[in-house]
């Protein structure tokens, strides 16, 4: 089958719009919690497309002078020769309009760990959020998934140092991470602790019981079951 060469010439546009359309809209959608997507493709996207930027960010600081020098120097040339210069230069704003593109993915997405509860047919993991330029300090989320990890979205995030830099003798990152993870089999209650102490987060099959992002903390200790 053969395209119109019209729309042969428009495809390529296809995959630009639904990397910047993820990037800029969904992405952040979903760490902050108010859309539902697949938590390993933002994941993936996260961190590839996140190397890929601090690839085109260092590219374009070290092109942008000499770019900036050839231009100035296409304007003191005779006209005939100007035209060839300007050929070359003309696909030089691909780098910064790609960088543009993928921005989102300056703030990455970091897997801890998981817990799935198998009678909810539901799994929560466990991210670092953050800048990656800056990584010092970020957002601890607790990311909840449905349906085989289709529909996950952020229910909770705690403000705090990088798990990852903190001194740790375990292999695993639940133990590093300030929000742990508890599922109840008795009373049907997952509960996330800071520090695996106080309880920040806790709901059950059907609803949230506490939220201290939102909750106050009275009304927490009151629905918590004991």
């Not at 969904?26 to 997507?37: E, K, N, S, T």
């Not at 960088?99 to 990455?108: H, N």
């Not at 449905?146 to 003798?169: D, K, M, Q, W």
Request: charged share 15%; aromatic share 16%.
């Amino acid at each position: 089958m053969q395209f119109p060469s019209w729309l042969s010439r428009c495809l390529w546009v296809i995959p630009i719009l639904v990397v910047t359309t993820y990037g800029w809209v969904l992405y952040p959608l979903l760490r902050d919690g108010y859309f539902a997507g697949p938590y390993l493709i933002a994941v993936f996207y996260s961190q590839f497309m996140g190397s890929i930027e601090l690839f085109l960010l260092l590219l374009n600081w070290y092109t942008f002078i000499p770019m900036a020098a050839i231009s100035l120097f296409c304007l003191t040339i005779p006209k005939r020769y100007r035209r060839s210069w300007q050929r070359r230069l003309r696909y030089w704003p691909i780098l910064p309009l790609t960088a543009f593109m993928l921005a989102p993915s300056l703030i990455t997405l970091q897997p801890g760990s998981a817990l799935e509860i198998q009678p909810w047919h539901q799994t929560y993991y466990t991210a670092f959020s953050t800048l990656r330029t800056d990584d010092n300090y970020g957002d601890e989320l607790l990311i909840q998934c449905r349906l085989s990890g289709l529909l996950c979205r952020s229910v909770y995030n705690y403000h705090t140092s990088n798990p990852f830099y903190r001194e740790n003798t375990s292999s695993t990152n639940s133990d590093f991470f300030a929000i742990h993870l508890a599922y109840g089999h008795e009373i049907d209650q997952l509960q996330v602790k800071l520090y695996g102490e106080e309880i920040v987060y806790a709901r059950s099959r059907d609803q949230e019981i506490c939220n201290m992002g939102s909750t106050p903390r009275q009304d927490c200790e009151r629905n918590l079951i004991p």
